[in-house]
């Protein structure tokens, strides 16, 4: 399964029968899956089937979904209250007789009169009926969604293997450096004893020499900080191409990666080393930027 981005936009419309419909999805970074959801007043009944649908495609992020629903008019949407209108003429010609005015009463303007004109009341739709033209509306805009978050978690997956390329690159450095670095710091040693000891014409025995290049060695070894940040590149690697929501698990492992370059940059006690520890936390640092916006 590839990468998915948190970030994206989807949106669908469908006019069917009675109903048009349109659906907006937008998603931003979160460590958790929070919808936040808007449906046209009197559709409120239809909330708990959209956040079920919603939850089938998206694991985690911040979710705003906005459904529209209109009803589409038609002439017996409509009807004239006859009782109403016949109300305002009484009333009128009342008044016309009392003040002996002569105007005929036109039904047009009438029809314009509060109450005259009736739209049928929204209460008689059913949302169940309308569902099925709000599902198919739903899903066409999760589906565009998703084309848009998989766009992007594609550049995310090429930057996180760049990233990784570099860490692994530099932790193969490390791993030919590290061997040369006790030799080094035998020959330092040796060198500034030596040169201390001179005035005094004493000179170090070599047992002493090899039992304090040994204690160097034993605080300095890096060997298993090495083998575990390698197999933490091939979990990650692995886990990019795993089939289910992984941001939380490349953080796991990214942090696990931080912890063993912190311990291998304050063991080396090396120059060239502490380079390429520098070099891998720079990488480190674009990758937990970058895993922020994996789903």
Known sequence: MPLLSMTGFGDARQDRGEHAVGVEVRTINSRHLKLNLRTTEGYGALDAKIESAVRETIRRGTVYVNVRIRHLSAADDFRINTDVLETYLDQLQRVAARRDLDERLRLEPLARLPGVVEEASTESRSPDAVWPLVESTLRAALANLADMRAAEGKALAADLTAQCAVVAQSLEQIAVRSPEVSESYR?????????????????????????????????????????????????????????????????????????????????????????????????????????????
Do not use: Y
């Open 187 to 295: 020959q330092r040693l040796l060198e500034r004893v030596n040169e201390a000891l001179a005035p005094a014409k004493v000179a170090l025995s070599a047992a002493d020499l090899v039992r304090e290049v040994c204690l160097f060695v034993d605080r300095s070894d890096i060997t298993e900080e090495i083998v575990r940040l390698r197999s933490h590149l091939q979990q990650f690697s692995a886990a990019m191409g795993g089939d289910d929501s992984v941001g939380r698990r490349l953080e796991f492992i990214c942090q696990e990666m931080g912890r063993e370059t912190n311990t291998i940059g304050s063991k080396a006690n090396d120059g060239e080393i502490t380079q390429h520890v520098v070099g891998i936390k720079t990488a480190l640092e674009r990758i937990r930027e970058q895993i922020q916006n994996v789903e």
